[in-house]
């Protein structure tokens, strides 16, 4: 059972808001929200998580509903380089559970 | 600079033959990874270790298994390499506790079985 459902692909403008959104419905009070990166043959990288309230750091920020079955996670200036794919994962203890990603794709 | 490094980052094998892939972390984690990517699948796990000679499976054990003899080290075996063993395999690791740490990834080790 997948725990987080992810859009396979999206677009964005160079320069504009990416918002990369992210189901995960049956997530536990204790369940965090991760968010990694992928660029082509790299390992994934770390971008941000959160349990209940919204975080910003210097990459992006990451807002997650009241109720924390869906999360988005925004870019909010896009460049070439964040063409990539997303990963949004729900961590179960020690356990790091992945969707299959949405693949971003920044068009100039 | 924080490093999960593995030994191999292409490698191509024959069927049947025996593979070893290394995992090396220098964070003092205790709790080491391996997923293997397939296009469309995302990542899924093999196996976790969150200690010294402990070991769990993950999602897809079948035709793995897996050793952590020293902390630092983790290692995944494929007895009897398959063609559908063909992927890319990544290693990485965490601090334990929910929400305390991130997880870091080594680079990836392409297998190809021919």
């Known amino acids: 059972d997948a725990k987080t459902t992810q859009p396979p692909s999206m677009d964005c403008a160079e320069g504009r808001a990416a918002n990369l959104p992210c189901n995960h419905s049956t997530i536990s009070g204790n369940e965090y929200v991760y968010w990694y990166r992928q660029i082509h043959s790299q390992g994934p990288q770390y971008i941000i998580h959160?349990?209940?309230n919204n975080e910003t750091n210097e990459m992006a920020s990451l807002i997650i509903t009241e109720d924390r079955k869906s999360s988005t996670l925004i870019l909010p200036h896009a460049t070439l380089r964040d063409t990539a794919v997303y990963y949004c994962i729900v961590r179960v203890g020690n356990q790091f559970y992945f969707g299959t990603g949405t693949s971003l794709t920044v068009i100039p | 600079d924080v490093k999960v490094t593995q030994s191999s980052r292409y490698l191509v094998k024959r069927t049947g033959e025996k593979v070893f892939l290394e995992c090396v972390q220098d964070?003092?984690?205790?709790?080491m990874f391996w997923y293997r990517q397939d296009p469309g699948l995302g990542l899924r796990l093999i196996y976790f270790?969150?200690?010294?000679?402990?070991?769990e499976k993950g999602d897809i054990p079948e035709g793995y298994s897996v050793s952590r003899e020293k902390k630092e080290r983790f290692s995944l075996i494929l007895e009897s390499a398959s063609t559908n063993q063909t992927s890319m395999y990544l290693c990485?690791?965490?601090?334990?506790?929910?929400?305390?740490?991130?997880?870091?990834f080594g680079e990836g080790s392409r297998l190809t079985v021919l």
């Open positions: 270790s969150y200690d010294v000679k402990m070991k």
């Open positions: 959160g349990l209940k």
């Open positions: 990485a690791s965490s601090a334990p506790g929910q929400g305390t740490g991130e997880l870091f």
């Open positions: 964070m003092d984690h205790e709790n």
